[in-house]
């Protein structure tokens, strides 16, 4: 799925960062943030395919209910932690039905992602999910007339060439978990471009945890009537299993509370990292899923469509460098 994949952290200056992190116990303190934010980030995506496609449990919206109400209980419970220490900041009407919109789009793209993990392998999955610098450049472009510079663009085509390949030469391909897979990694890029429309004022924006706070919420809201409406046995079938493997119950908890480490586990690595390093991180958290859900889960792979992830990952990359020097 890719829940942690949709947050955004307010910017930390590089020196900032490297402050932060200098000295040997900030090293490791910063070294414990990044593996907590790997475990939690390829635990809860190892843990939806286990689910929804190895244990049966065909329910993808309402598993995502189940992750949406654990972030938005969890983050009350750390917010009322924080207010005790501060006042919390007052938020507008306005903002706060901007804030519904972002949620409503972070929900159908978590479920979307979720919906794919059914169909389609991690690795070919995390390959798609990789363009999202692809779609993020085209619906600036498309929504907010944001245009980037023609070396940023022609760093894109590698990332689209790539998945292309990789479709091209994936065994377990179906058509119908690709299209969710697509859905779920441009839901991701809208809700970035978006994010930047809604809340551009300086007074209005707020962190990935904050923004988590207020989402999650929107986000129950829509999933409750929608787990009723389109998977009417959801709550028996949790009840059934429940009774014959406890075990269910408690992978299903330790699911959920792991989608809301994923948003504080990346909030605390960019607090404490710069971009670049970030960055870095992020192509090198991709490439570890994929390698460890193969070894896990035994779906088939070949030349071509690794080639194709790779060349996917080396775009991204090209991409970041472009927009780097282009700012």
Same mark, same amino acid.
Not at 271 to 279: D, F, R, Y
């Given at each position: 799925?890719?829940?942690?994949?949709?947050?955004?952290?307010?910017?930390?200056?590089?020196?900032?960062? $490297?402050?932060?992190?200098? @000295?040997?116990?900030?090293?490791?303190?910063?070294?414990?943030?990044?593996?907590?934010?790997?475990?939690?980030?390829?635990?809860?995506?190892?843990?939806?395919? #286990?689910?929804?496609?190895?244990?049966? /449990?065909? /329910?993808?919206?309402?598993?995502?209910?189940?992750?949406?109400?654990?972030?938005?209980?969890?983050?009350?419970?750390?917010?009322?932690?924080?207010?005790?220490?501060?006042?919390?900041?007052?938020?507008?009407?306005?903002?706060?039905?901007?804030?519904?919109?972002?949620?409503?789009?972070?929900?159908?793209?978590?479920?979307?992602?979720?919906?794919?993990?059914?169909?389609?392998?991690?690795?070919?999955?995390?390959?798609?999910?990789?363009?999202?610098?692809? /779609?993020?450049?085209?619906?600036?472009? *498309?929504? *907010? *007339?944001?245009? +980037?510079?023609?070396?940023?663009?022609?760093?894109?085509?590698?990332?689209?060439?790539?998945?292309?390949?990789?479709?091209?030469?994936?065994?377990?391909?179906?058509?119908?978990?690709?299209?969710?897979?697509?859905?779920?990694?441009?839901?991701?890029?809208?809700?970035?471009?978006?994010? @930047?429309?809604?809340?551009?004022? +300086? +007074?209005?924006?707020?962190?990935?945890?904050?923004?988590?706070?207020?989402?999650?919420?929107?986000?129950?809201?829509?999933?409750?009537?929608?787990?009723?409406?389109?998977?009417? $046995?959801?709550? !028996?079938?949790?009840? *059934?299993?429940?009774?014959? $493997?406890?075990?269910?119950?408690?992978?299903?908890?330790?699911?959920?509370?792991?989608? #809301?480490?994923?948003?504080?586990?990346?909030?605390?690595?960019?607090?404490?990292?710069?971009?670049?390093?970030?960055?870095?991180?992020?192509?090198?958290?991709?490439?570890?899923? &994929?390698?460890?859900?193969?070894?896990?889960?035994?779906?088939?792979?070949?030349? &071509?469509?690794?080639? !194709?992830?790779?060349?996917?990952?080396?775009?991204?990359?090209?991409?970041?460098?472009?927009?780097?020097?282009?700012?």
């Amino acid at each position: 799925m890719g829940v942690g994949q949709a947050t955004h952290a307010l910017p930390v200056s590089s020196a900032a960062a $490297d402050a932060a992190a200098s @000295g040997s116990p900030g090293r490791l303190l910063t070294a414990g943030m990044v593996a907590a934010w790997y475990a939690s980030n390829i635990g809860v995506l190892l843990l939806n395919k #286990y689910l929804l496609s190895v244990y049966g /449990f065909r /329910f993808p919206v309402f598993l995502t209910a189940c992750h949406m109400s654990a972030c938005a209980v969890l983050s009350c419970v750390a917010h009322a932690g924080r207010a005790a220490a501060a006042p919390p900041a007052s938020r507008s009407r306005g903002q706060l039905a901007r804030v519904a919109v972002l949620g409503a789009v972070f929900c159908g793209s978590v479920v979307a992602g979720n919906v794919s993990l059914r169909y389609l392998p991690v690795s070919f999955n995390q390959a798609v999910g990789a363009t999202t610098p692809f /779609f993020t450049a085209v619906l600036a472009y *498309a929504v *907010a *007339a944001r245009r +980037e510079a023609c070396a940023t663009y022609a760093a894109l085509l590698p990332v689209v060439a790539g998945v292309v390949i990789a479709t091209g030469g994936e065994p377990s391909f179906h058509l119908f978990g690709f299209i969710m897979c697509v859905g779920a990694t441009a839901g991701r890029a809208l809700k970035t471009v978006l994010q @930047g429309i809604l809340l551009s004022s +300086e +007074e209005e924006k707020m962190n990935s945890m904050d923004l988590l706070r207020y989402m999650a919420p929107v986000a129950v809201l829509l999933l409750v009537p929608a787990t009723l409406i389109m998977e009417r $046995d959801a709550l !028996g079938v949790v009840a *059934a299993l429940a009774r014959e $493997d406890p075990s269910f119950i408690w992978i299903l908890l330790c699911n959920s509370s792991l989608a #809301y480490f994923v948003n504080l586990t990346n909030f605390l690595v960019t607090k404490h990292t710069s971009p670049l390093t970030l960055q870095v991180l992020g192509n090198a958290k991709g490439a570890v899923a &994929v390698v460890v859900s193969i070894l896990i889960f035994r779906n088939p792979v070949t030349f &071509v469509g690794m080639l !194709g992830y790779g060349i996917t990952v080396a775009g991204v990359i090209l991409y970041g460098e472009a927009k780097k020097r282009n700012k």
